[in-house]
């Protein structure tokens, strides 16, 4: 397992940028979740307001975990969450939104002033949980992406496939976004006659036509594809069924990343119907499926810390340089950008701006 310096990537161990931390079907307001993302242990939890909260996962009274338990009478008599707050399996002490101690159910002492859990805030959005990390503390210097066909007619809402731990630092999972030769020995691609990259700014995009044995049989497949950030991918599929694939990863550790996948299907009924939904459910497994292919190289290979670079592999040293932004301080972001703007073709001819692709 190699680390962010083994590539070196930059000043910061770990990205900046927004991240998936858990589907949100997790979540169901009674059990706080026990998480770990960016070498540091969390909690995540719904209050009764239905909102959903960050916290640190140990409670700074004697340091026990506020979610990995289940004999405490905390947890016995569903005094975990009271209202927006949880409660401390060990000594009861209770923490709001804020992440301020607002109870010591057996002290009359006033409250010390460091009885306080770190929070982060996070966004729910398209079934899942995501939350914006910056070494830096700093804001948001980019939107989360609005996932808008998600609550829009005709389109079957994805189910999360929790696709679990893998033992690889993130950069080898990005590379994909440039490496035109692996299609069609991994997917079985026997014809990419369009192969091309656009670099700008925080997104990078991969446009691809070809063959797809896994997804669509022998028929043409045309993809776009975008990192908006480090961690989250979508793809535009054209195809009978228009689909939209996310894959999320988010570093656990450094060189350990947590990974999910899911599939957006357009039907032609407003409201899909249970045949609609099942045939959804069945691309979903096959899109799931194809990733897989990717998942098994990247759980047996070796650290590539340098590739060796041929003609035809396509633009992955770009690639890394890109992907250097995310890991320097944001003010160092347009040095990056800069030495990458624009668009590279591997194979084919131009198309349009990705602007209008999509828009």
Not at 149 to 178: C, F, Q, T
Not at 297 to 315: L, R, Y
Not at 323 to 348: C, D, I, S
């Amino acid at each position: 397992m190699a680390t962010t310096a083994d590539y070196g990537l930059g000043d910061q161990v770990f990205p900046r940028g927004w991240f998936m931390i858990a589907a949100a079907a997790e979540l169901d307001g009674t059990k706080p979740l026990a998480v770990r993302f960016f070498g540091r242990d969390r909690v995540l939890y719904r209050g009764e307001s239905g909102q959903v909260y960050l916290v640190d996962a140990y409670c700074p009274h004697m340091g026990a975990h506020l979610a990995k338990n289940e004999t405490s009478f905390v947890i016995r008599d569903q005094e975990h969450v009271q209202g927006d707050s949880i409660r401390c399996p060990y000594h009861g002490w209770r923490f709001g939104p804020d992440g301020r101690c607002n109870q010591i159910p057996y002290s009359p002492q006033r409250i010390p002033a460091a009885a306080k859990l770190e929070n982060w805030p996070v966004i729910e959005r398209a079934g899942c949980i995501w939350m914006w990390h910056d070494p830096e503390g700093g804001e948001p210097e980019y939107e989360l992406p609005p996932f808008a066909e998600y609550e829009e007619p005709h389109w079957v809402k994805w189910e999360i496939d929790r696709l679990g731990e893998l033992a690889s630092h993130p950069v080898e999972i990005l590379d994909n976004m440039a490496d035109r030769a692996h299609f069609e020995p991994v997917h079985g691609n026997d014809a990419v006659d369009v192969f091309e990259n656009d670099f700008d700014g925080h997104r990078v995009v991969q446009r691809l036509r070809a063959g797809h044995r896994t997804l669509q049989g022998e028929a043409p497949l045309e993809t776009d594809t975008w990192y908006t950030g480090p961690g989250i991918l979508q793809s535009h599929m054209s195809g009978h069924f228009p689909a939209i694939i996310m894959i999320a990863h988010t570093p656990v550790d450094d060189g350990i990343v947590k990974v999910w996948h899911a599939l957006l299907v357009k039907v032609p009924n407003a409201e899909p119907n249970d045949e609609d939904v099942a045939m959804a459910r069945a691309y979903q497994a096959a899109a799931c499926a194809a990733f897989a292919q990717d998942f098994e190289i990247w759980s047996n290979k070796k650290p590539c810390v340098n590739p060796m670079a041929v003609q035809g592999d396509g633009p992955i040293g770009k690639l890394r340089i890109w992907y250097r932004q995310f890991y320097n301080p944001r003010a160092r972001a347009e040095e990056f950008q800069k030495r990458v703007n624009g668009t590279h073709v591997t194979r084919g001819t131009l198309s349009a701006p990705f602007e209008q692709k999509i828009a």
